[in-house]
């Protein structure tokens, strides 16, 4: 995922995947003989509260400096001039503005922080609400190569990133979207839940499912 000279852009949604995403790699470029760069952005959807202070405390005592991009697409998301998903409208803007910060700082690596849950739960929202078959892989190329976005945490579970957080101590910042509670992937999450205590093979099964494709047994396009 990372090679030698890479300057990365690190998305620090103040969640804590991307906070524990930050911190790992952080640790791992003191030691790493690896040498790469790091460059926390934070896209702010504009609705009232935190909007990055604790993200960019937490990045000065990294060493890190991090740039905070101050956007209204959060409000315009839940307002009526938008026909669509607000996660869809709110991630796809999101998305955009974080290529275009990685064109204008040099950076050919984009880090996000989806998890092994999270890579399970777009499988479910692609077949649910896509009808596709899909998900989010460790490493993706973009417009030619000319990005790539890794995920250095897409083997880890989410209970095992919550518990390092834990450990090591990191801030916990409140998701101030009206929708976080209602959305897509909540209704996934909460279904999968109901069925990971039914039977505690059924997560591991379902993840490795993803790389044990039989496409003779799929339907033809």
Same mark, same amino acid.
């Given at each position: ?77 839940? =307002? ?98 009206? =929708?976080?509670?209602? =959305? ?38």
């Amino acid at each position: 995922m990372i090679q030698a000279g890479d300057r990365i852009l690190v998305a620090v949604s103040g969640g804590t995947d991307s906070l524990v995403l930050l911190w790992m790699l952080r640790e791992r470029q003191r030691w790493s003989p690896v040498p790469y760069s790091l460059s926390p952005v934070y896209i702010d959807p504009g609705f009232p509260g935190d909007r990055g202070q604790t993200a960019a405390a937490f990045c000065e005592e990294l060493g890190l400096t991090l740039k905070v991009v101050y956007t209204d697409d959060g409000i315009r998301a839940h =307002s009526p001039e938008n026909l669509e998903n607000p996660c869809f409208f709110c991630s796809r803007r999101r998305r955009r503005r974080l290529f275009e910060i990685a064109e204008t700082d040099g950076c050919r690596k984009m880090a996000l922080g989806h998890n092994q849950d999270d890579i399970i739960e777009t499988f479910f929202i692609n077949v649910c609400y896509a009808g596709e078959i899909g998900t989010m892989v460790p490493a993706q190329p973009f417009f030619g190569h000319r990005f790539v976005v890794i995920r250095p945490l897409a083997y880890a579970p989410a209970a095992t990133v919550r518990r390092l957080a834990g450990e090591v101590g990191l801030p916990r910042i409140a998701n101030p979207c009206p =929708s976080a509670e209602h =959305s897509r992937r909540r209704q996934i999450r909460d279904l999968l839940a109901g069925l990971y205590r039914t039977n505690r093979k059924i997560r591991g099964n379902v993840f490795n499912a993803l790389r044990n494709v039989k496409c003779e047994y799929l339907l033809k396009p």
